[in-house]
């Protein structure tokens, strides 16, 4: 029962109903608590991480790693720290995805488990609230006096763990753990003004949901003075000047006088996801401002195809403008992830649809690369070619990966739908059936499709009374052009349409920041069907990224193919892809978990025995979406095709 009334009252918050008097945001997401996944594509997904990727989480944090021993040895003040200082962030992360995970697929045991390690973790707070098991077992003397050493980004995934614990289940231990540090470090910083530059953004973001949670003002005025703190010099002389420069960790300038983006990708990503959220409560231009023009400098000038992000491995993060190379990119599974982050948020705020055009790249892209189709092997990071040396791993040192993508995947319902004022809005094509509220009246909602292999989406609205609302349904921008601005391009003119039918009949529809919107008054079962032309479509990059000169990708709906050369009979690297090439589709219901391929004839290069003559044979080559490559083996890969052969550079 508890579990209940909580479900709704997520629910209502999540449809913005609390916050929509006092704020501009256009668009409140409906929280995966309130959607059911019935997906063809997602469902089987969310199972695989329910089962195989948490219990790979589980037996590394708890088993194979001390991540668990370390909570025991702080609750007793004894033993010595195992691993690396981030590393209880971990295990909060590994908490956040199984509070999802247990929505989906209850398991009394995995929350038994859970349960345990919550004891374990709450026995380790100190009597002040500070909880971080790295200062506890080596100096407590030292904490806070190192902003690198990631306390605060713990205490951020601290916080999001305990609500969506608390969400899943009522049980409001963990998150009542977290509340004492949130208190704790509000006391140490906020109250006292002490300059501090969190080393790694995240609890920013995480702030501002306790403060949606608690409607307590004070996560929100902390999480803006973190923001605060920023591009003040106030990093100098503790960490920067020892270890990297201000930009690295987005602190050369005020959040609000930025313009560009620069340094560590996932930080940057968490920062502004942040700042977005703060914005969205006191509607602050300079945040909004700056951050527009940064997502410009993002997608215009540093973004992957496949919505990576953070080319370089040596910051892991941003290098220069249209510097994309391939096979070295770095676009860190947890770059993806929080790129989704942002452009939810930045959507929330704008009400329009190019975000989650990147928001969806980003999503059946860069950030599913990182999970094998089995659920337990990971990428850390997600090029776009490989020479076959590279595969994903079952686990990593620095083990940020694995439980940011179990985290999205179990929770994929939180970016489907929204609400606003006068309208409902359905942002991604995912079967999943949800209740909206708009005022007084509750618009039930259920969408079948068979996304991302077929256009076809179907969605039954049904209002507990009859009203007038616009639907606002978003026409995906892959129809015209790659992704918005001029990075890349349909390397053939594109001006793709839906169809659109209400109750089958040709809908009434005006278009608006990239939504149809369909005005009416909706009753009971009224039937939209939305039709996506579903074809291969080649990308070329903009000339100044050097390392797809002369070459293409290939694009079918959302998803971004590459070519696999599968136990290395087809070397990929050898594969043109000229002009005039045709391409057929088909679903293969036994390959990769089922995916549909693209077939073409295209010449392969072959080089003669001795090396010294070069030859090319016609031979079909079957192309596979680009997030199912690494599943068969350690095979070559690419993704931009050359178009012919005096222009080959494969190693870049
Ligand atoms: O520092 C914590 C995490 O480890 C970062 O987000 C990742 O990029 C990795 O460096
Ligand atoms: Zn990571």
């Not at 989480?57 to 691993?83: M, P």
């Not at 982050?341 to 980003?362: H, K, P, T």
């Not at 590279?390 to 739908?417: D, Q």
């Not at 068979?450 to 969605?459: E, F, R, S």
């Amino acid at each position: 029962m508890k579990n209940k009334i909580f479900i709704t009252s997520v629910f209502l918050l999540a449809s913005g109903f609390v916050l929509a008097q006092n704020s501009l945001q256009k668009i409140y997401p409906v929280s995966y608590a309130g959607v059911t996944i019935t997906d063809a594509f997602w469902k089987p997904k969310m199972e695989t991480v329910a089962t195989a990727t948490i219990d790979a989480c589980v037996n590394y944090t708890q088993n194979k790693t001390g991540r668990i021993r370390n909570f025991e040895k702080a609750a007793k003040h004894s033993g010595k720290h195992e691993g690396i200082y981030y590393d209880d962030s971990d295990v909060y992360k590994a908490i956040e995805a199984i509070a999802y995970a247990l929505k989906n697929h209850p398991d009394a045991s995995l929350e038994k488990n859970t349960d345990e390690w919550i004891d374990k973790i709450a026995a380790a707070q100190l009597p002040d609230g500070y909880l971080n098991t790295y200062y506890e077992l080596t100096d407590i003397n030292k904490r806070w006096t190192d902003m690198e050493k990631h306390e605060d980004y713990c205490a951020g995934h601290l916080i999001e763990a305990g609500i969506a614990y608390y969400n899943t289940t009522g049980k409001d231990k963990l998150l009542n753990t977290a509340i004492r540090f949130a208190d704790h470090i509000d006391s140490v910083f906020r109250k006292q003004n002490r300059p501090w530059v969190s080393g790694h953004q995240e609890i920013e973001l995480a702030l501002m949901k306790l403060y949606h949670h608690t409607k307590n003002k004070k996560y929100l005025e902390l999480s803006d003075w973190f923001l605060a703190q920023r591009g003040r010099g106030n990093g100098k002389g503790v960490i920067w000047d020892q270890w990297k420069d201000p930009d690295y960790c987005q602190d050369g300038l005020p959040v609000k006088d930025q313009r560009k983006i620069t340094g560590h990708a996932v930080r940057a990503m968490y920062l502004y996801t942040g700042a977005a959220d703060v914005a969205a409560v006191t509607n602050d231009a300079g945040y909004i401002t700056a951050m527009d023009s940064i997502w410009h400098d993002v997608v215009f000038r540093h973004m992957y195809i496949t919505g990576g992000i953070g080319a370089q491995g040596k910051n892991e993060g941003f290098g220069h403008p249209y510097d994309l190379p391939n096979e070295s990119a770095y676009c860190e599974t947890c770059a993806s992830v929080g790129m989704v982050f942002w452009n939810q948020r930045m959507n929330m705020l704008s009400g329009n649809a190019q975000y989650i055009d990147v928001l969806e790249r980003s999503l059946y892209n860069g950030a599913l690369d990182g999970l094998s189709l089995s659920g337990d092997r990971f990428f850390y990071g997600n090029p776009l070619a490989s020479n076959g040396g590279y595969g994903r791993s079952e686990w990593f040192g620095t083990a940020c990966c694995p439980s940011n993508i179990a985290r999205l995947v179990s929770s994929v319902g939180n970016y489907i739908y929204g609400s606003s004022a006068n309208a409902v809005w359905v942002n991604l094509f995912i079967g999943s059936n949800t209740v909206v509220q708009q005022g007084k009246n509750k618009i039930a909602l259920a969408m079948e499709t068979g996304y991302p292999w077929t256009g076809n989406i179907k969605l039954t609205v049904s209002p507990a009374k009859k009203s007038l609302f616009e639907l606002r349904l978003r026409v995906p921008g892959w129809l015209t052009t790659p992704v918005p601005g001029n990075l890349y391009h349909y390397a053939d003119q594109q001006n793709d349409q839906p169809t659109l039918m209400v109750n089958g009949e040709k809908a009434d529809y005006t278009i608006d920041n990239g939504y149809a919107v369909i005005k009416r008054n909706w009753k009971k079962g009224d039937i939209v069907t939305m039709g996506l032309p579903m074809k291969v479509r080649k990308i070329a990059g903009n000339p100044q990224i050097k390392q797809n000169t002369n070459r293409v990708a290939l694009q079918y709906g959302p998803l971004i193919y590459c070519i696999e050369g599968e136990k290395n009979i087809l070397q990929s690297g050898n594969i043109m892809l000229p002009e005039n090439t045709t391409f057929e589709t088909a679903y293969e219901p036994s390959l990769l978990g089922g995916v549909n391929v693209i077939r073409f004839d295209a010449p392969v290069i072959k080089v003669a025995n001795d090396g010294l003559s070069v030859s090319t044979s016609k031979q079909t080559i079957t192309a596979i979406p680009y997030f199912t490559w690494n599943n068969r083996g350690t095979n070559d890969m690419q993704v931009w095709l050359p178009v012919r052969i005096q222009k080959i550079r494969i190693n870049e």
